[in-house]
């Protein structure tokens, strides 16, 4: 994979797969989520994270767990580069890339045209042509974090700057200065610091 700043636009078929990607990542990557230890139920997080999964097989659930733990990593590797790198973002990215690569051969991620239906839209899908729903889903998925990282948005992935929280997220700011993976980190921060200046503020009065 080739790392370039050319702005890529995704369009919703891909976005909608990129948000997955991050959804599963999150619900089993992450060791601390929201400032509390995280645990996910091996086989039911793939299906709380990402709804419009179908109805999974223990075995097809085992499958997304696994890539989901992949994506998570990829994306932290990322969000850890674009944070080292923030004044030359290009450059970065060869872990997550490697990594991307690996999984998108264990889920035997290929091209294929499918369509909805005898008289639906063909659609380029990239799956298995065997392997169950979990492996096609991991295959897409992988691929659209591949596409993510492969346009001038990968400098957009984040890992949350909130204490013990390692969610990672898509910044969709106009000037990239989203910090925190969500409102409820934000508030965490913002009540801690405020709780700081008040220790501070008693220390000096007495
Ligand atoms: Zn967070």
């Not at 790198?85 to 999984?103: C, F, I, T």
């Not at 295959?139 to 013990?164: E, I, P, T, Y």
């Amino acid at each position: 994979m080739v790392w370039h700043a050319g702005r890529v636009e995704l369009d919703q078929h891909w976005l909608s797969y990129v948000h997955d990607a991050f959804a599963l990542a999150n619900a089993v990557g992450p060791a601390f989520a929201h400032g509390k230890p995280h645990l996910s139920s091996p086989g039911e997080a793939a299906a709380v994270a990402v709804p419009r999964l179908p109805v999974l097989t223990d075995a097809d659930a085992r499958t997304l767990d696994d890539t989901g733990r992949e994506l998570w990593q990829i994306l932290r590797d990322v969000a850890a580069d674009n944070a080292a790198a923030a004044a030359d973002p290009v450059g970065g990215g060869a872990a997550a890339a490697e990594r991307l690569n690996v999984l998108m051969g264990r889920v035997d991620a290929r091209p294929r045209m499918v369509r909805n239906g005898a008289a639906g839209h063909w659609h380029l899908h990239f799956r298995s042509a065997a392997g169950g729903e979990g492996m096609r889903w991991s295959a897409n998925l992988a691929v659209a974090a591949g596409m993510l990282l492969g346009s001038g948005d990968f400098v957009r992935v984040k890992g949350c700057q909130a204490a013990r929280c390692e969610r990672v997220f898509l910044d969709g700011t106009r000037n990239r200065s989203q910090q925190f993976c969500s409102t409820r980190c934000q508030d965490r921060v913002k009540a801690s610091a405020h709780r700081e200046r008040r220790r501070a503020e008693t220390g000096a009065a007495s």
